[in-house]
């Protein structure tokens, strides 16, 4: 009996060594870039808070003398809200090196259900989009060395 729970323990702890590997694997610093000129937009940080991935845009790229623009289209607590070190993702891991949640786009105040794959290391697939994934969006983010 003891044996068993043992093993049972041990298991456990390694399932949940193992989520953590998983979800660990995007946290860190994306670079996002702009869907028309595919220039850098943003640097937007994910961080593991409880057993949720989030996301919070910790850099804009604006041209010089541009103030830091507003959250003016968004709803709500977040209306009128700085854009820059607002929370604009939060996933779920939906299996290995994927993740399923939501996702604010600032530029429209609109908040999308999203799905996120990581390619490779370097490369993370991020997909907005409103009732199926077929009708979206996917960003592709640039993991930005520390």
Not at 113 to 131: A, C, M, N
Request: hydrophobic fraction near 40%; aromatic fraction near 6%.
């Amino acid at each position: 009996m003891m044996r068993s729970g043992l093993f049972l323990l041990a298991l456990w702890i390694s399932c949940l060594a193992f989520a953590d590997i998983g979800a660990g694997g995007i946290s860190g610093r994306w670079l996002q870039l702009d869907d028309d000129d595919g220039l850098p937009s943003s640097v937007i940080e994910i961080r593991r808070v409880g057993n949720l991935l989030t996301g919070r845009i910790v850099e804009l790229y604006l041209p010089p003398g541009m103030a830091p623009p507003l959250c003016t289209a968004c709803n709500g607590k977040l209306h009128g809200q700085a854009i820059l070190g607002l929370q604009v993702l939060e996933v779920r891991d939906a299996g290995r090196d994927r993740w399923e949640g939501e996702i604010l786009d600032p530029e429209n105040g609109k908040t999308y259900q999203s799905k996120l794959e990581l390619r490779d290391s370097k490369t993370l697939d991020v997909r907005g989009y409103i009732g199926v994934p077929l009708f979206g969006r996917t960003q592709r983010w640039r993991r930005m060395s520390d």
